[in-house]
């Protein structure tokens, strides 16, 4: 068996998308939860920020984040309860970002609507996204099946992939509605 849980804890890669007039980035947040937009010429228009205070990660974060990457594995409790103190002393040696991670991936959806992943660490929930408007307004938020993964979004669907227990991939396609 490998090392499940062998990363940084609630660490984040940055991800950027190219929208119709110019490209959005986030940089995992070390400051706080923002979403760079650039025009085409790559001059900084606005910088879209969430209202809600940033988060530090505690103790009980690490203790869920190590008990999560341990779930999927069979073994003996003692076992379990060996690895889960190992890598909560690990973790707790480590230094830990400022603030938990807020946004995972970002997509500009057909109507150009920017769309942002909530970070999760529990797969296993549904996915919520944030949806930004051309002048950075919210406009609201959607819930996603926690296993798919979404590749497009058009005015009226969400197209994305999703695997059974057998890791066969499927396309699967969902209306969206509600949409002005």
């Known amino acids: ?4 849980c062998g990363d940084t804890p609630f660490d984040i890669l ?4 190219l929208g119709w007039d110019g490209f959005f980035l986030t940089l995992g947040e070390d400051e706080g939860p923002e979403i760079l937009e ?13 209202a ?11 203790e869920k984040l190590v008990e999560f990457k341990l779930d999927p594995y069979d073994m003996a409790d003692t076992t379990r309860k060996r690895i889960t103190d190992s890598r ?13 991670p807020v946004f995972s991936r970002l997509l500009v959806d ?7 992943e909530l970070y999760r ?12 408007g051309p002048g950075g307004e919210g406009l609201g938020s959607v819930d996603m099946p926690p296993d798919l993964y979404v590749w497009q979004i058009g005015h009226d ?7 059974d227990e057998n890791e066969v991939e499927y396309v699967r396609r969902y209306a969206l509605t509600g949409r002005r």
């Open 52 to 62: 809600e205070p940033a988060l530090a990660p505690s103790f009980e974060d690490i």
């Open 14 to 17: 940055p991800d950027a998308v």
């Open 157 to 163: 669907f969400v197209l994305g992939v999703w695997q």
């Open 121 to 132: 660490y529990d797969v296993r929930q549904p996915v919520r996204w944030l949806v930004f």
């Open 1 to 4: 068996m490998g090392d499940p």
């Open 38 to 50: 650039y025009d085409t010429s790559g001059r900084l228009r606005r910088v879209l920020r969430l």
């Open 88 to 100: 909560k002393r690990r973790y707790g040696k480590m230094p830990l970002p400022k603030i938990l």
């Open 110 to 116: 057909d109507v150009g609507w920017l769309w942002a």
